[in-house]
Structures are given as structure tokens and as C-alpha cells.
T-cell receptor, first 116, second 113 residues
Framework: EPEVTQTPSHQVTQMGQEVILRCVPI?????FYWYRQILGQKVEFLVS????????KSEIFDDQFSVERPDGSNFTLKIRSTKLEDSAMYFC??????????????FGDGTRLSIL | QKEVEQNSGPLSVPEGAIASLNCTYS??????FFWYRQYSGKSPELIMS????GDKEDGRFTAQLNKASQYVSLLIRDSQPSDSATYLC?????????????FGQGTILTVHP
């Protein structure tokens, strides 16, 4: 069964450094998402991406964050200058279907980001 | 602020029993609802999706949706120790959203032998 893959599984970075988290969504999916989950807290929406542009973003997704689909398969989340509070599990998800589709989102295994 | 609330748990049931998990949501525009299972340190894994009022059954799992009451539930029959996990309820944002999911805080389920 096709799955969403994320790399790396764990990233340790010094505060203030840039980090790029990578995702390969399921190949026939059109909508891509990033979520984060701080330890012990809810899964929180960050951003959705469709047709090579951001379709929606949350208040968390400020100017330090950016997303990109540099080629036909990868989907990346960049944090420009990391802060201690960016430490969390970051999940990439993708789904099929139209804008209002009921198709479920499938999640990758996540990247654990630790900021020192 | 659109919210999804779950019964806080933790919920402990004996093996073979029925586990009942509940969820309410505030966004009346939400049309799609999902139950995910999350093992500790792992990613959310889709268990069930439901879009219409009523019940939807898949093996040992039954999801129930009542849009008038803004209520979603998940029943797990013949619970097994391997069902022990955190169960996340999620609602698809309504209106002009491109499918953003709002998650509840999760209910921890423990099935003891």
C-alpha cells in the first residue's frame, strides 16, 4: 500500500539554525499538509498546499516557515531560524480528491525536531 | 476558534469488552469526520471516516455521527490489548477550507488482559 514518507526521522538543530523537513506524498494525491504535535499536546494544523501554492495556513505558520514542492515528488517544510518552541513532531499528510472532498488524509511517520 | 473535544479518559476496558469513545465539534460547517489511532511516538493512523448521519461499521469498529448534536463516536467491539493507543477524533473544516483537519486532544485507551 502506498504511503507518505518523511525524512529525517529525527533532526537535532541548534537554536537559530535553519532546518528543512522533507516529505514524499502518495503519488496520485493532490493536496498536501503539514501538522505538528508538541509532546503531550494536540495535533495542530500548519499549512495546506495545492497546485503549487499555499491554500491555507494557521497562525502558527508565520514568516519563519515556508513550504515548497521543488519537483514532482518532494514536499518540504523549512523553518528559517529555529526557536526552542519549535521542538515538536512534524507530520506530513496528503489526500486525493477535490477541494471539498471527503477523502481522508494519510500521514507520514513524522520527523521529531529537537531544538537545543 | 473551531474546536474538537474528546472525553478525556484515560479509558480502561477488559479484553473482549466494548470501548466507547466520544467527540463533539463546534464547526457546524464540518462535513467529514475521522478517527485516527496513534501509538506512543508514532503517527496518526486512519481507522474510520464518516460523512453521513448514522452508523458506519468496519469490522470491529463502528463510527456514529449526529450532525444535529455535533457528536461523533467510535465503538470498538471485542477490544484487544493491541487496541491500546490514543484515539484522535478529527473534523474537516467547513466553508472554504481545503481540508484542514482540527483534532481533539485524544482519548487514551488501555485494554487489559
Amino acid at each position: 500500500e502506498p504511503e507518505v514518507t518523511q525524512t529525517p526521522s529525527h533532526q537535532v538543530t541548534q537554536m537559530g539554525q535553519e532546518v528543512i523537513l522533507r516529505c514524499v506524498p502518495i503519488s496520485n494525491h493532490l493536496y498536501f499538509y503539514w501538522y505538528r504535535q508538541i509532546l503531550g499536546q494536540k495535533v495542530e494544523f500548519l499549512v495546506s498546499f495545492y497546485n503549487n501554492e499555499i491554500s491555507e495556513k494557521s497562525e502558527i505558520f508565520d514568516d519563519q516557515f515556508s513550504v515548497e514542492r521543488p519537483d514532482g515528488s518532494n514536499f518540504t517544510l523549512k523553518i528559517r531560524s529555529t526557536k526552542l518552541e519549535d521542538s515538536a513532531m512534524y507530520f506530513c499528510a496528503s489526500r486525493r480528491g477535490g477541494a471539498r472532498s471527503n477523502q481522508p488524509q494519510h500521514f507520514g511517520d513524522g520527523t521529531r525536531l529537537s531544538i537545543l | 476558534q473551531k474546536e474538537v473535544e474528546q472525553n478525556s479518559g484515560p479509558l480502561s476496558v477488559p479484553e473482549g469488552a466494548i470501548a466507547s469513545l466520544n467527540c463533539t465539534y463546534s464547526d457546524r460547517g464540518s462535513q467529514s469526520f475521522f478517527w485516527y489511532r496513534q501509538y506512543s511516538g508514532k503517527s496518526p493512523e486512519l481507522i474510520m471516516s464518516i460523512y453521513s448521519n448514522g452508523d458506519k461499521e468496519d469490522g470491529r469498529f463502528t463510527a456514529q455521527l449526529n450532525k444535529a448534536s455535533q457528536y461523533v463516536s467510535l465503538l470498538i467491539r471485542d477490544s484487544q490489548p493491541s487496541d491500546s493507543a490514543t484515539y484522535l477524533c478529527a473534523a474537516n473544516a467547513g466553508g472554504t477550507s481545503y481540508g484542514k483537519l482540527t483534532f481533539g486532544q485524544g482519548t487514551i485507551l488501555t485494554v487489559h488482559p
